[in-house]
């Protein structure tokens, strides 16, 4: 599937703050990573809602949604997001990036979270987890 | 002997010392100051603004800290204060610091999370709890609701039978950097400004132990600018309050006195003192030269400093002990009041009561054990500290043009301006997507990150989690609250608020102190002034 991708259209990758978390600086660099490796990213901005986030999703026919969460809000609202994208049959891979605890890693993995990417994540790994997300 | 160094003298013998020895460790006796004037508490203050240094008043150690409820902040104040933190400064959840109440959609997951929940007098009672506010300073780190959170402090303490005119703090109710860097903002730029010079004018006029605004770099700095942006940056958002206060006919030799500053300490040592030194020259010349005050304290940049979170790394957290007593240091060196040493497990998640308290501990060793509180400003004369403090300044002189030609001679209407245009943020994003790819090259090297990364494995720290009965417990006393206030009073007094937004010429303090007595809720008062004020909804840009 990810070659099918590559030949017809770049990596399409809808990036955005999910609820009151303003930090933007991570989201911001990853927005620029993924550019620079040639993927098409639409970066919604802060203060978005799951329903936004759909939106957003469908519209622009993305293959990955990414979210940044750096205020420990991530057991709450990465359920939330993913129940938001099954309730519109939407099967896109859910990347979640920010200051998320080991111990909270296998949570968000088994409820469906494709992948996680700390603080300090060096580039190449950045755009290798989006392609993997999208392939698998 | 020169005249500067006489008038030093004469101001140095009038401060009262600590009981300590002035001596190294090994028992050298050491001068107050080496070099030459201007000397510190001398115009314009770039070797620091008190003739005695830190011989006379060590900085104010400070440590930042809320979460959960209000309860359990209290207790962690407690504990501060009981090894020795010396203020309080309180830390708010995310819908507090956003204007909403804890039962609202917004609120789901953040309750309590990245600091303590206030959404009526209730809590602040609750938050100050047994602790004497007359005999505290209390920092509080909030912005676009920061009127209601100040209006509810000063009822808190009168309720106590503290007077308003005896609480000392500041409140940070920066707004200007929360277009640029923080992103924590609620009404549009311009009615933002009128609150802000409303608080500006009754803390004058009431609370004169207190500071209304605390004009900060530091986010500026952790949402990626260098060093000389956050100085230019943050400075600039001070001449835009002075304008701001100036136009409404308010005396900058009384209000300047009661500016203060937050600034970012970040990892390279030598750039941070040059930023500090610079700071306190910029901001003495303008006030006196630009804005005509006559009075030098109201010429003086006091400031507060926070280690960098941003340089806190995930990787080896222990490593960042050494990093924040380096940050720390840097600090002490630039002559700041009051310091927040960060704890080396904030990269992984807010921070545990041990690693808090070897955040305090490192200060303490600084302070104590190092010999930096013999000599005020011991690094000034230094060729490259002198060059580098010059170095700053330069870099935001040119900010400071750019600024100023923007907005047509006024620096007000340049920030304004260059919040609408995007230049802020686009400075702030460029700068750190350019450390970023260094980092990532490998050729700006951090240790246990990109380099030295043996060992990680073994990371292994202990998490303080915030259990999700906080939201819970905080909605349910939010619905008892509502159940048994005056609610027809609560609506009198909202549309007050409301009536205030709509005149220019009302300050709007008083109206709110008075919503906040009868328990009205944070997000309702904010709905009051939305009403007039509408919302700032930010551009996307990447």
Redesign the interface.
């Known amino acids: 599937m990810a070659d099918t991708f590559n030949e017809t259209r770049p990596i399409r990758v809808v990036l955005a703050k999910l609820?009151?978390?303003?930090h933007?600086?991570g989201i911001?660099?990853v927005?620029?990573?993924l550019?620079d490796a040639g993927m098409e990213?639409i970066?919604?901005?802060?203060?978005q809602t799951t329903a936004s986030i759909v939106a957003a999703a469908e519209e622009e026919d993305a293959d990955a949604v990414g979210l940044s969460m750096h205020?420990?809000?991530?057991?709450?609202?990465a359920p939330?997001m993913l129940a938001a994208l099954r309730d519109a049959d939407l099967d896109v891979p859910l990347i979640i990036g920010g200051?998320i605890?080991?111990?909270d890693i296998p949570v968000l993995t088994d409820a469906g979270v494709a992948a996680i990417l700390?603080?300090?994540a060096?580039?190449e790994q950045v755009v290798a987890t989006v392609r993997n997300a999208v392939a698998r | 002997m020169t005249d500067a160094r006489e008038l030093w003298q004469e101001q140095f013998e009038a401060a009262t010392p600590r009981p300590i020895p002035f001596e190294t460790m090994s028992g050298v006796p050491v001068d107050p100051v080496y070099g030459d004037g201007p000397f510190p508490g001398q115009y314009p203050f770039t070797r620091g603004l008190h003739p005695a240094g830190y011989r006379s008043r060590l900085w104010t150690m400070r440590m930042f800290a809320g979460f959960g409820t209000a309860e359990d902040t209290n207790a962690r104040f407690r504990e501060l204060l009981r090894h020795g933190g010396t203020g309080l400064s309180t830390a708010f959840d995310m819908p507090t610091l956003m204007g909403y109440d804890s039962d609202s959609e917004w609120a789901l997951g953040e309750v309590g999370r990245a600091g303590v929940a206030v959404d009526t007098l209730a809590d602040m009672e609750d938050l100050y709890a047994g602790i004497d506010l007359s005999a505290v300073s209390t920092s509080m780190t909030i912005n676009g609701p920061a009127a209601i959170l100040l209006a509810m402090y000063v009822a808190v303490a009168e309720k106590n039978g503290v007077s308003r005119s005896d609480l000392a703090g500041t409140i940070q109710n920066d707004i200007l950097k929360e277009y640029q860097a923080q992103k924590e903002y609620i009404f549009p730029p311009r009615p933002s400004m009128r609150i802000i010079t409303d608080m500006i004018r009754f803390t004058s006029a009431e609370m004169p132990r207190w500071h209304p605004v605390s004009i900060s770099g530091y986010h500026i700095r952790e949402a990626g600018s260098t060093a000389a942006q956050e100085l230019a940056f943050t400075l600039a958002n001070g001449f835009a309050y002075v304008e701001a206060a100036l136009a409404q006919g308010q005396d900058v030799n009384q209000f300047g006195r009661r500016l203060s500053f937050f600034f970012n300490s970040h990892s390279d040592f030598f750039e941070e003192i040059g930023k500090f030194r610079a700071a306190r020259r910029i901001w003495a010349r303008w006030m006196k030269e630009r804005y005509g005050a006559t009075d030098e304290r109201a010429m003086m940049c006091r400031f507060h400093t926070q280690t960098a979170g941003v340089s806190l790394t995930a990787q080896q957290p222990e490593n960042n002990i050494a990093r924040v007593a380096l940050q720390a240091m840097a600090a002490a060196l630039g002559g700041t009041q009051s310091l927040h040493t960060d704890s080396y497990d904030e990269a992984l998640a807010l921070p545990t009561e041990k690693a808090a308290r070897i955040a305090l501990r490192t200060q303490q060793i600084i302070a104590h054990e190092s010999g930096v509180d013999l000599v005020a400003d011991p690094l000034g004369g230094a060729p490259y500290v002198e060059w580098m403090t010059d170095e700053m300044e330069r870099q935001a002189e040119l900010v400071f043009a750019h600024l100023d030609q923007l907005g047509n001679g006024s620096l007000l209407e340049g920030v304004y301006a260059g919040i609408e245009n995007g230049y802020f943020v686009g400075e702030i994003a460029d700068a750190a997507y350019r450390l970023e790819r260094h980092i990532n090259a490998g050729d700006r090297i951090i240790v246990g990150v990109n380099a030295y990364t043996e060992g990680s494995e073994d990371d292994e720290a202990h998490l303080l989690r915030i259990e999700s009965e906080t939201e819970d417990y905080q909605r349910k006393r939010l619905e008892s609250i509502r159940h048994d206030r005056d609610n027809d009073l609560v609506t009198r007094r909202l549309a007050a608020v409301t009536a205030a937004a709509e005149d220019p010429t009302v300050n709007l303090m008083p109206p709110i102190i008075d919503a906040v007595r009868a328990y009205a809720s944070e997000e309702e008062i904010v709905n009051a002034m939305k009403a007039v004020f509408g919302v700032y909804v930010e551009k996307a840009i990447v």
């Open positions: 609820g009151l978390d303003g933007d600086r911001k660099i927005a620029r990573i550019r990213v970066y919604l901005g802060l203060r205020n420990a809000g991530h057991l709450a609202l939330k200051i605890p080991d111990v700390g603080p300090g060096p580039a």
